[in-house]
């Protein structure tokens, strides 16, 4: 829970501001206007004479992302014309080819403000602070775009503070089509401040939220479809940081991407469970949920959506029956629930009630480990992990990082018990698989009505069974207080394969990047180790290799490439698939072995080594964390 101190540090920032500024007393003894959480539903401004009118207020306003439960921010935040404070920030929108005049006033006391997105890219507008400027343009190419200001003269890339929310969407539609009213955009925003900075520094408090269309879950909009609705989504990313955006249940398509500046349509549209939204980035989405039941659509980077800092009320505080409190409480930042129902007229689909053919025991385990990062000094940490029995019952104690492989095949029936040995509570989420809502895994959230998802307390299990709908590369994970659960292990790859096809492991490479950070490195694990004495790989000279890569880090985005060894020179592979779906065909093509890709992402791609030597698995952060990691694998 965000401290009181949070409120009163706020108004203490407020009255420093008036009294900075020189404001007259009468309007600095109201408090600033409350935001309102913006839905982009509709467009801002007037069309008159043929021109849509746009009038942009900077302001200081007070922004409750949470609906006031956890904290009040003071926060720049744009207005449009009926003076009402909007986060993000109203949504302009317009079709190619139509006229636009822009009225911008600062209202933002002592500072300047620098507006950029309208217009040509390299645009932007000045305003001293208390004036107005005007200015015309014409809208160019149909795509998903942003505009953003700032009133320290920071970059797009350095706004943390109270200017973080002055960000809104830029829609221009193509000329003579209307707009797609089912359509939804969203847009997320991120604030990393100090509040308080006019209190002692010893009582300064970080306040860190972030949001979707202004508000945080539980808070967050719930969308609510039906069997068969075609869903399409625009995403724009205001803040300053990078979310790979995870859909539970289904598979969707992506249609679109930019940069916020530029878009371009894809021609050949690839599925995926989950899409790396860049800083400034956007993209398009579109997929039609099969199944009832609730559902998920979130950031899969831990910090962005677990409470911070941890609510007293989150799970370790109430039993593992009662679910709803994990749902509302073990959650927090960018997620969104999306509730499917049956459509109306329809008659409800049959649960599988069918007897599994094939069955795993999954054993969730506590226990030590050698430290990943320094195994020479043989200390011991304590680790999390899954054990897959294939034999007697092991020791409670032990622990695998990853998890063994689980094996499947596309369209057999599978039940996996999953046995709790840890001294908490816990649930599996299936990641990537197509299956009811009611085993995918998100306590007091997954299934629909009464029947929801149960926690699994210690020493008691839970049956789940699925039947996977096509083969690829998945994984499975804790869903449950990940900072000390999925950080410490409780993550491996789920592997289905097609009907009559054996998983052969000499021509498969499955590396799995997570963490092992009980040892207090937060930098990834490859397969659970950070160092090699000898090859971690023999391969073949003419072998063609399935190379399945998994990102289930709690933090950061990665860049991967297969190097020769004694110059780094990078190697070619066919890229094959992603998140367990086959690419399209114009995009099964040989390049560069050299990847960008986000937490919850699966890729697989096809290396054929072309001659004998040394060569290295290369993983280094997409962001600016230091460390790399060299993997060692000899051909012969």
């Known amino acids: 829970m965000k401290r009181n101190r949070v409120r009163e540090a706020n108004q203490l920032l407020v009255a420093l501001l008036c009294t900075v500024s020189g404001l007259a007393a009468a309007g600095c003894a109201r ?51 009926d003076g009402t404070p909007r986060v993000p920030g109203p949504m302009v929108r317009m079709r190619q080819g139509d006229s636009v005049h822009v009225t911008v006033v600062n209202a933002v006391p002592d500072s300047a403000l620098l507006l950029r997105g309208f217009g040509a890219a390299n645009d932007s507008v000045v305003v001293p602070s208390g004036n107005t400027r005007e200015f015309a343009f014409r809208a160019g190419m149909p795509g998903t775009f942003l505009y953003w200001g700032t009133t320290s003269g920071k970059t797009f890339y350095d706004r943390t503070g109270l200017e973080s929310q002055l960000t809104g969407a830029f829609i221009v539609d193509p000329a003579g089509v209307a707009p797609d009213t089912a359509e939804r955009i969203f847009v997320i925003t991120t604030t990393d401040m100090l509040p308080d900075s006019t209190l002692p520094e010893a009582q300064r408090y970080d306040v860190f939220d972030q949001a979707i269309n202004g508000k945080s879950w539980p808070h967050t909009e719930q969308l609510h479809y039906a069997v068969g609705d075609t869903v399409r989504w625009r995403w724009i990313n205001g803040g300053y940081l990078s979310h790979p955006m995870h859909l539970h249940g289904f598979h969707f398509r992506r249609t679109a991407k930019g940069n916020g500046v530029t878009e371009t349509m894809d021609a050949s549209p690839q599925e995926a469970v989950t899409e790396l939204l860049r800083i400034r980035g956007t993209f398009r989405m579109e997929f039609v949920p099969t199944r009832a039941g609730n559902w998920l659509f979130h950031c899969h980077m831990l910090a962005h959506v677990v409470p911070f800092p941890e609510r007293p009320d989150s799970v370790r505080s109430h039993s593992a029956h009662n679910t709803a409190e994990h749902a509302r409480g073990a959650m927090s930042g960018l997620v969104m629930g999306v509730k499917v129902r049956e459509r109306q007229g329809t008659v409800a689909s049959a649960i599988d009630t069918s007897v599994p053919a094939v069955r795993h025991r999954l054993l969730v385990q506590e226990g030590f480990l050698l430290n990943a990062a320094d195994s020479a000094k043989r200390r011991r940490y304590p680790a999390r ?29 599978v039940g996996v018990t999953v046995v709790n040995n840890l001294s908490e509570p816990t649930t599996v989420h299936w990641h990537g698989m197509e299956l009811e809502s009611f085993y995918d895994g998100v306590g007091g959230w997954s299934g629909a009505d009464a029947r929801r998802t149960p926690l699994v307390s210690p020493g008691d299990s839970f049956v789940v069974t699925f039947t996977p709908p096509r083969a690829g590369t998945y994984i499975y994970h804790t869903h449950m207080e990940e900072a000390r659960q999925l950080q410490y292990g409780l993550y491996g790859p789920m592997i289905v394969m097609e009907p009559g096809e054996r998983f052969d492991a000499a021509k498969e490479l499955i590396l799995t990047l997570g963490n092992s950070d009980a040892d207090g490195n937060e930098f990834p694990v490859i397969n659970g180790r950070r160092e090699w004495k000898v090859p971690a790989h023999e391969l073949r000279v003419g072998q063609v290799y399935r190379v399945r890569l998994i990102n289930i880090l709690a933090t950061v985005p990665l860049i991967v490439s297969l190097r020769v060894a004694s110059d780094t020179s990078v190697l070619s592979w066919r890229a094959h698939a992603k998140d367990g779906a086959d690419l399209p065909a114009a995009k099964r093509v040989d390049g560069p072995s050299l990847l960008t890709f986000g937490v919850g992402e699966t890729y697989d791609f096809l290396f054929t080594p072309k001659r004998t030597g040394d060569i290295v698995l290369h993983v280094k952060s997409a962001g600016p964390e230091p460390g790399e990691l060299r993997m060692p694998m000899r051909v012969r």
């Open 31 to 81: 408090e600033p206007a409350v935001v309102v959480a913006n839905d982009n539903r509709i467009a801002a401004g007037i069309v008159k004479d043929r021109v849509r009118e746009i009038t942009l207020t900077a302001q200081v306003a007070r922004w409750l992302p949470d609906d006031g439960a956890d904290s009040t921010l003071t926060v720049q935040a744009f207005a449009a014309q």
């Open 385 to 413: 992990g899954f054990v897959l029995q294939k034999g007697p019952v092991p020791r409670k104690d032990s622990v695998e990082i990853p998890g063994a492989p689980l094996i499947l095949t596309s369209g057999e029936r």
